[in-house]
């Protein structure tokens, strides 16, 4: 993959589909098997700014799309940003068995989602969201107990 200031090579892995319908809502699943390691997505993704996010976003469903972003500062600290993902980032649902990893590239601006494991035809990608879900997780029988009142999800609480 070519990645440089000037150039940064776009990937996606053709053996996925999104289906509309399922318990988690969209989702992309495998059409063909894909081998551990293949590039699934590379994705922009667009940084927000602290007051942009809290005045226009916080408030709004994009919100719960976001990622955590974090950024160096001039002063050597680091600061939590958000940052809405372009391409299929958005579409991954949570699942514990997570079999999609995903690398920030701070500096280009880009997520690199990779398959962890070889995923069979038919499974669904999924990534974790973390250990803090803010929603019912469908794959689990009962009721996370880290699940907030409101039962809104958000991808701010991802832990990589
Ligand atoms: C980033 S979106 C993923 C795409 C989403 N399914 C859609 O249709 O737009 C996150 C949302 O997907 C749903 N979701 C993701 N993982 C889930 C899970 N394990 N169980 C139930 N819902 C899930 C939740 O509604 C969550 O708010």
Known sequence: MVTSPEHITL?????????PE?????????????PAGTVIDVCPVLVLGVE??????????????????????????????????????SMFNHSREQNVAWTR???????????LRDIE?????????????????ADAHTQDKDVAEDGIMTLSNIQV
């Open 22 to 34: 399922t318990p988690k809502g969209r989702g992309i699943f495998a059409t063909a098997r894909i």
């Open 121 to 137: 035809v038919g499974e669904e990608l999924c990534i974790s969201y973390g250990d803090h879900l803010t929603f019912v997780d």
């Open 52 to 89: 942009e996010n809290r005045e226009h976003i916080e408030k709004t469903s994009l919100y719960h799309y976001t990622y955590n972003w974090p950024i160096k500062t001039r002063d050597g600290k680091t600061e939590k940003l958000q940052a809405v993902i372009f391409g299929l980032g």
């Open 105 to 115: 590239d701070i500096d280009h601006l880009i997520i690199t989602y990779r398959a």
């Open 11 to 19: 990937i996606r892995c053709p053996n996925i589909t999104l289906i």
